[in-house]
């Protein structure tokens, strides 16, 4: 039997600013060499997490451990294991590419040489050599953000915080930022990531968090999360109108497609439910032409388990959605 090792962990995690209430107890584990995701919309509490986990903020109440340590009492020792990639690309304008990852190493003490090998190694890895002499300014924001994220790297970190690192990308610079956290991951490196950008979380994440109103309302693999909104089914598609009609005698609570020979039966995608519905028709000697299997994404996921549209009408519930993909 394996124990997991977890990177992070929070238990009953509180915080407040006067009457508002930003965290209401949240229970938090982050297993090491993972991506967790956190969803949630604005105000959710999901940059206030990772400000108390990195030892930016304080926490009115709770348990925590980052890298073994708690931040309240052991701040230093948690930042020398962290690193830390805002909302927000937080390089020097007045230092060229180069320049703002050397400043990172010699605030990390690395010394001349050590330093200088770092940062050419971390231009090489991130495609910026050739852009390493010029200004942020000239930068892409794709470039800024390798750049931010690279200068978070100079120190070596194996837990890196995310705070919404693809905000205002191109869909390019996105999947790039996304192949970098997949190499990060790949070496051991643990990232807790925050991100509206629901593919985000569906393509990186081994574990999500869906928080809302400061509690962790839902959590899992992105299937698992996706099982929990109705809507999965399975469609079998038929060739030969007589099939179709006998499967359809066969199968019950099923929706019919008389135009299509099509047939939509309930269910949660699951092995153990397609093994079981392929076990009828066998029984019942029917061949149906095709088989699909549908289930729920994480817009539904999100949508159903947070609060923030349940106010509002339908068709601006919807405009959000959109906005979110």
């Known amino acids: 039997m394996t124990t997991t090792s977890h990177a992070i962990t929070a238990t009953g995690l509180r915080k407040a600013y006067g009457d508002h209430v930003v965290l209401d107890g949240l229970d938090l584990a982050v297993a090491e060499g993972t991506v967790y995701a956190l969803l949630g919309p604005n105000g959710a509490g999901k940059t206030t997490t990772v400000q108390i986990l990195s030892t930016l903020v304080a926490a ?21 294991r962290i690193g830390v990639t805002g909302q927000f ?12 990852l050397i400043l990172m190493a010699d605030l990390h003490h690395l ?15 991130f ?47 996105r999947h790039a930022m996304w192949q970098i956290v997949r190499e990060l991951v790949a070496d051991g490196v643990t990232v807790l990531l925050t991100t509206q ?68 039966i309930p269910g949660d995608g699951s092995a153990r ?27 539904d996921v999100f949508f159903t388990l947070t609060t923030e549209h349940s106010h509002q009408p339908a068709a601006d519930a919807a405009v959000r959605k959109e906005a979110l993909r």
């Open 127 to 173: 495609g910026l050599t050739d852009a390493a002499q010029k200004l942020p300014e000239a930068y892409s924001g794709g470039m800024r953000r390798r750049l931010d994220l690279a200068m978070t790297l100079v120190g070596d970190p194996r837990i890196i915080f995310l705070d919404e690192p693809t905000t205002g990308l191109d869909p390019r610079s």
């Open 197 to 264: 950008y629901l593919e985000e979380a569906d393509q990186l994440a081994d574990r999500i968090g869906v928080l809302d109103g400061g509690r962790l309302v839902a959590e899992g693999t992105a299937e698992e999360l996706k099982r929990l909104v109705p809507g999965g089914h399975v469609r079998l598609r038929f060739a030969d109108p007589a099939e179709y009609e006998r499967a359809a005698r066969a199968l019950h609570g099923t929706a019919l497609d008389d135009e299509a020979l099509t047939l939509q």
């Open 60 to 80: 009115d109440g709770g348990h925590i451990t980052v890298g073994g340590h708690d931040p309240a009492r052991d701040p230093r020792a948690v930042r020398a």
């Open 273 to 299: 439910e397609l093994k079981s519905l392929l076990d009828r028709l066998e029984a019942e000697a029917i061949e149906a032409e095709s088989l699909s299997v549908h289930t729920p994404d994480l817009d």
């Open 89 to 100: 690309a937080a390089v020097d304008a007045k230092l060229t590419g180069e320049e703002n």
């Open 111 to 125: 010394g001349r040489q050590e330093g200088r090998r770092r940062t050419a190694g971390l231009l090489e890895r």
